[in-house]
């Protein structure tokens, strides 16, 4: 791009070929970016980073700009100018689109908001900032930014440099309830009257509410917030004991019903707010600009009381373009999973686009980590090799956050960018949509229903997800809706993670898609507790719950009959410890109440408890007519052995043995070394195969790598050559480091 081109520049997520895909003024884009510092940095490694960027051709640029007065615009022009387009940093890369990040979190006093709407902190201290409920603070956010929207568009610069606006508020900037971190919430009288108008909605009578509640004095104008200590997260674990030994894994009595609707309406807030100022943006530049937020951070976040659990209200909006989230802060070093945050399939199937924020911590220019890091520039290269591959299997993106003076500051993260980008630009031209063998199904709405909400959120939602990462097989992570909606009906075996609140209308709509011949489906800990019957619809299977005095962390008896790999001591190991130590030294998981499955005619036992209420019963049963099966395990934590069992059934392809990192689509398989040595990747079928990091064709049905590293990134193209050829591209571009870009020693097949 000429960078004095002042043509309006248009940015939109359109399909391309069934997948959501980046435009700029009609061009298919690699949604690949760099965001300068956000914390402490010298302007010349600012400079020199922005330098290397452009020279790598990543001309897409994230820049904070935190709040600002937006009343005078030829001030406010005057000043974005100064502090954006003209500084040092920009100037090397003076054909770069820009990314607009905005702050939501205006102080009262800046928006002329009265002291009433302010933050209340568990009923004590004011904060300097209006409660995310007040009416008054929404209206004055939408209108600075329409103002300031409006101001980019009447500039000719402005307007031809800035492609999009990203809206940070909340806690942290990304949308977190009030103190999650902390274990406050927001007790304003804003606050709680629109909870209570939430429930006139909910609920639409005082006796309905009051019968709800089991509180005969509650009523629709008189509801109280629920107290703060009560709410199951992060912090609260005293809340969370109370509610194992009260039989409460899973809030289920009406005296905890408050807790439910309020978190629900906490997360339906934090989306119903993002949806209204995205409408604001694309609105006021008519539609030409992206809107994009944080939001999304169901693994690693994983309790409602995060506020993060309603992205399905988001991706129902037509305003919103793209959400993101940091790569996981769990295993993300050399031979980690390097996992996303969210549901990143869901939010491909809705048409909008993910973006990782790539916040590795560097060997450069190190002083205060955070987290762990890699120990040599080799290594992170790697990382960053790893986290492109699997944005080109997953059709996301990523900017690369150089968080503290300079992380990505040297010649080989950008020549590995160079090539990689490259690599992308041309396999987004030919990669055609289509669904992966295992879908991960998340019920957003179920996490609100967790009394022991980080014993699910981490032994369930965020292990099931490690576990796939290391499977070896092809894999997909979707939303509920998207099951119901008909979006993955080509999967072979779905892990229904959290089937705990479907009514009689999506049991019906769920049924229809997964009653088809060779369907296989996995239902985790406390499926069907809200309705035995819609269970045993769904299922063929009869539910049955049993609450003890005191948590119970289940131990098995396996048939014997089973496979022999799934001997009983193995598998009962397995099942207990999980698949890394760093999983096996957590403290056991204790439920309460544990499920059962009544036996009947065609349900064949597998396993039963040992031990503890439901001694004997069967915690892991399967059922199998006209040619689907349902398999359900009582136990909470997800195991490698359970998904290879699983997956047996269903006939799935494993490309690798479990315990390296693998992303695969239907032309691409990207594998991460965790244990050096001898690897073997087996393809569906015979097929043309292109080792990228070698240049090399070769054919067959499997391809062996006879050496490797731990952090080693492997990426390899299969199907017809003819096909994959374009994607190619002049073998030079591909691998131009002296040696290659990685150590693989290519065997003709």
């Known amino acids: 791009m000429d960078g004095n081109t002042l043509t309006p520049a248009v940015a939109r997520v359109q399909t391309y070929h069934g997948i959501p895909r980046l435009f700029i003024n009609g061009k298919l884009t690699a949604p690949v970016c760099y965001l300068p510092s956000a914390a402490e940095y010298t302007a010349e490694q600012d400079a020199q980073e922005m330098k290397r960027a452009a020279q790598a051709g990543v001309n897409l640029l994230v820049i904070p700009w935190g709040t600002f007065d937006y009343a005078d615009r030829d001030a406010f022009v005057k000043r974005l100018k100064d502090d954006i387009l003209f500084n040092s940093s920009m100037s090397e890369n003076p054909g770069a689109y820009?990314?607009?990040?905005?702050?939501?979190?205006?102080?009262?006093?800046?928006?002329?908001?009265?002291?009433?709407?302010?933050?209340?902190?568990?009923?004590?201290?004011k904060e300097n900032i209006a409660s995310l409920t007040s009416a008054p603070w929404y209206e004055h956010v939408k209108i600075r930014l329409r103002m300031i929207v409006e101001h980019v568009k009447s500039d000719p610069l402005l307007n031809a440099r800035i492609i999009g606006y990203e809206l940070l508020g909340g806690d942290s900037g990304e949308w977190?309830?009030?103190?999650?971190?902390?274990?406050?919430m927001d007790t304003s009288e804003p606050n709680r009257?629109?909870?209570?108008?939430?429930?006139?909605?909910?609920?639409?009578?005082?006796?309905?509410?009051?019968?709800?509640?089991?509180?005969?004095?509650?009523?629709?104008?008189?509801?109280?917030?629920?107290?703060y200590d009560r709410l199951p997260g992060v912090v609260n674990e005293q809340a969370q004991l109370d509610n194992v030994q009260q039989g409460q894994t899973l809030l289920d009595s009406p005296g905890s019903q408050h807790i439910v609707d309020y978190l629900d309406y906490t997360n339906e807030l934090r989306a119903s707010r993002l949806a209204g100022f995205a409408k604001v943006v694309k609105e006021a530049c008519n539609g030409e600009k992206l809107a994009m937020t944080y939001y999304g951070y169901h693994a690693d976040c994983y309790t409602a009381s995060s506020n993060h659990f309603a992205m399905f209200r988001l991706l129902e909006s037509p305003d919103i373009d793209v959400l993101s989230a940091p790569v996981s802060y769990q295993d993300r070093c050399e031979g980690g999973i390097g996992a996303y945050m969210g549901l990143v399939d869901a939010v491909t199937a809705a048409g909008k686009l993910w973006m990782d924020e790539g916040d590795y911590r560097s060997p450069h220019h190190m002083t205060d980590p955070g987290l762990p890091y890699p120990p040599t520039t080799e290594l992170l290269d790697q990382i960053l090799r790893r986290e492109m591959g699997k944005c080109m299997v997953y059709n996301t993106g990523v900017w690369w956050l150089s968080f503290n003076q300079g992380w990505f500051n040297y010649p080989s993260f950008w020549e590995h960018n160079r090539e990689m980008t490259g690599l992308m630009e041309r396999y987004n031209t030919v990669k055609m949509a289509d669904t992966p063998e295992i879908?991960?199904?998340?019920?957003?709405?179920?996490?609100?229903?967790?009394?022991?909400?980080?014993?699910?959120?981490?032994?369930?939602?965020?292990?099931?997800?490690?576990?796939?990462?290391?499977?070896?097989?092809?894999?997909?992570?979707?939303?509920?809706?998207?099951?119901?909606?008909?979006?993955?009906d080509d999967a072979k075996l779905y892990i229904l993670v959290n089937p705990w609140r479907l009514d009689a209308e999506q049991t019906r709509q769920a049924a229809a898609h997964l009653h088809r011949p060779g369907k296989v489906t996995l239902?985790?800990?406390?499926?069907?507790?809200?309705?035995?019957?819609?269970?045993?619809?769904?299922?063929?299977?009869?539910?049955?719950?049993?609450?003890?005095?005191?948590?119970?962390?289940?131990?098995?008896?396996?048939?014997?009959?089973?496979?022999?790999?799934?001997?009983?001591?193995?598998?009962?190991?397995?099942?207990?410890?999980?698949?890394?130590?760093?999983l096996a030294d957590l403290a056991l998981t204790e439920l309460n109440p544990v499920y059962s499955m009544?036996?009947?005619?065609?349900?064949?036992?597998?396993?039963?408890?040992?031990?503890?209420?439901?001694?004997?019963?069967?915690?892991?049963?399967?059922?199998?007519r006209d040619?689907?099966?349902?398999?359900?395990?009582?136990?909470?934590k997800f195991s490698p052995t359970l998904l290879a069992y699983t997956a047996g059934l269903a006939g799935v392809h494993a490309f690798i043995e479990p315990g390296d990192v693998l992303n695969a689509d239907a032309q691409m398989v990207m594998l991460h070394v965790a244990e050096p040595g001898q690897k073997v990747v087996s393809f569906p079928r015979e097929c043309d195969i292109y080792a990228v990091d070698e240049s090399r064709w070769s054919r067959g049905d499997r391809y062996i790598i006879p050496d490797t590293y731990?952090?080693?990134?492997?990426?390899?193209?299969?199907?017809?050559?003819?096909?994959?050829?374009?994607?190619?591209?002049?073998?030079?571009?591909?691998?131009?480091?002296?040696?290659?870009?990685?150590?693989?020693?290519?065997?003709?097949?």
């Not at 009959?561 to 130590?581: F, K, N, W």
């Open 710 to 749: 731990r952090g080693q990134t492997i990426l390899l193209l299969y199907g017809d050559r003819e096909t994959l050829e374009p994607i190619v591209g002049p073998a030079e571009s591909l691998c131009s480091n002296e040696g290659g870009c990685g150590r693989i020693q290519v065997i003709e097949i």
């Open 176 to 184: 977190f309830g009030p103190g999650y971190w902390d274990g406050y």
């Open 598 to 624: 009544v036996p009947e005619h065609g349900m064949t036992v597998l396993g039963s408890y040992q031990g503890g209420p439901a001694d004997g019963k069967a915690g892991f049963a399967s059922y199998t």
């Open 193 to 227: 009257r629109a909870f209570c108008r939430f429930l006139r909605e909910r609920y639409g009578s005082d006796a309905a509410l009051q019968q709800a509640w089991g509180d005969l004095g509650v009523t629709l104008d008189s509801a109280p917030l629920p107290a």
């Open 627 to 636: 040619g689907w099966t349902s398999v359900f395990f009582g136990g909470m």
């Open 523 to 582: 239902y985790m800990y406390g499926s069907g507790w809200t309705s035995p019957e819609n269970f045993r619809t769904l299922t063929g299977m009869t539910p049955e719950k049993w609450t003890g005095s005191h948590g119970y962390t289940p131990k098995w008896k396996l048939k014997e009959e089973l496979d022999p790999q799934l001997t009983d001591s193995a598998y009962r190991e397995d099942l207990v410890h999980g698949i890394t130590q760093a």
């Open 439 to 488: 879908c991960y199904v998340l019920d957003e709405r179920a996490m609100s229903l967790a009394g022991d909400a980080n014993a699910t959120g981490l032994q369930l939602v965020r292990f099931a997800r490690t576990v796939l990462y290391r499977s070896g097989y092809r894999f997909g992570l979707y939303t509920l809706q998207d099951l119901l909606a008909g979006h993955i």
């Open 98 to 125: 820009i990314i607009l990040r905005m702050d939501c979190n205006f102080a009262p006093e800046a928006i002329d908001i009265d002291e009433g709407e302010r933050l209340v902190v568990n009923g004590g201290q």
